[in-house]
């Protein structure tokens, strides 16, 4: 597979995901394909294409959630000229494109019931009906599906057909997000930094630092690879010093001090509930030194600090609201006075 495809990882539930997917690749069977976004669910269906005999013949894809409810239909089915306003000519859908080879349905949690149940005659029995014609066309398609939602709930609360499912449901990958995927944090960011040096055109790479790096196995990852590839990707490009270490993550591209400030909302429900602290009371709970926390704490503080103003001192002094003087005890105290020299 080309360079935009490969799979980057060396943990056991990431493992696990993949080597499901080569073993049901050469199946004829439709696949779901479950996950958090960001963890790569495109990248398993073109894996399952790929490995698959039908690897030469062409792999469509379809995000469901893009196109309105009143036109999915005919974007999967296709339509005759005159089916409805705007058909002027008469085009085949998705599943005719994808004839012989896989159609993989992105978001498929998001189709109409009436798509669903025109789908579900489609897998059952390998034909499909244009919208305005009489007569069913035959095709042969491998059915791909991807989404972050529970179906099975979603079948039980009658958001999903029960009998659609059933028949998606020959394999089911479920891929772990990137929080549980221990180990593949550094191995993703070092590759994605390793790319991103290499298209600035640098000598060398020069890693992480340490404290930048523990960033980076601490942050929860909501939008898992997609995420981490664009933090690292932001991290390296900002970066002056291509010699030194990168010492500054901006995990949130939008934090900035002139960030506009929220409307307020017109009316907002009264709420007896308390208003949620900054941090979470059990964050303390086995804190059993306290000095020692806050040693920690204000390292960490002072670590992130000289990255941010690429270890010049009396910037980063005037951030934290020191003297100079003061910065530098602080840094001798922690042993970081080489690093700000």
């Known amino acids: 597979m080309d360079r935009e495809v490969q799979f980057i990882g060396q943990s056991g539930a990431f493992l696990d995901a993949v080597e499901r997917a080569s073993r049901a690749a050469p199946m004829r069977r439709p696949v779901l394909v479950i996950g958090e976004r960001g963890t790569g669910k495109e990248l398993i269906a073109e894996r399952l294409h790929r490995l698959s005999t039908r690897w030469q013949e062409p792999l469509i894809t379809l995000n469901c959630a893009a196109l309105p409810e009143t036109l999915i239909e005919a974007e999967l089915f296709g339509h005759e ?73 979603a079948a039980e609360e009658g958001r999903f057909r029960a009998d659609l499912l059933d028949r998606l449901s020959f394999e089911v990958i479920t891929l772990p997000p990137l929080r549980v995927r ?32 523990r960033q980076l196995e601490d942050y929860a990852w909501p939008g898992n690879v ?9 991290a390296v490009y900002r970066w002056d010093d291509s010699g030194a270490p990168i010492a500054h993550i901006q995990f949130d591209p939008f934090e900035s001090p002139w960030k506009p400030a929220s ?20 964050d303390f709970d086995f804190i059993d030194d306290l000095r020692g926390a806050v040693d920690a ?18 910037q980063t002094a005037k951030a934290l609201g020191l003297s100079y003087d003061q910065l530098r005890h602080c840094l001798k105290k922690h042993g970081l006075l080489e690093k700000g020299d």
Request: aromatic content about 6%.
């Open 81 to 153: 000229a005159g089916a409805f306003t705007g058909a002027t000519r008469a085009r085949a859908g998705r599943f005719e494109e994808a004839d012989k080879g896989t159609l993989f349905l992105d978001e498929l949690a998001t189709l109409s019931m009436s798509a669903q149940e025109r789908l579900l005659r489609a897998v059952e029995y390998g034909e499909i009906t244009r919208i305005g014609a009489s007569r069913p066309v035959r095709v042969d398609v491998r059915i791909v599906a991807a989404t972050n939602e529970d179906l099975p709930k």
């Open 263 to 282: 409307l307020p909302r017109i009316a907002e429900a009264p709420s007896s509930a308390p208003a949620a602290s900054p941090r979470a009371a059990q």
């Open 226 to 234: 997609r995420e981490l590839r664009n933090v690292i990707e932001r």
């Open 182 to 213: 221990e180990g593949d944090i550094a191995v993703l960011a070092d590759y994605f930094g390793r790319r991103m040096a290499a298209e600035l055109h640098w000598d060398s790479w020069p890693g992480f630092a340490p404290h930048a790096a």
């Open 297 to 314: 704490h204000e390292r960490a503080i002072l670590e992130h600090a000289l990255g941010r103003h690429r270890y010049n001192q009396r």
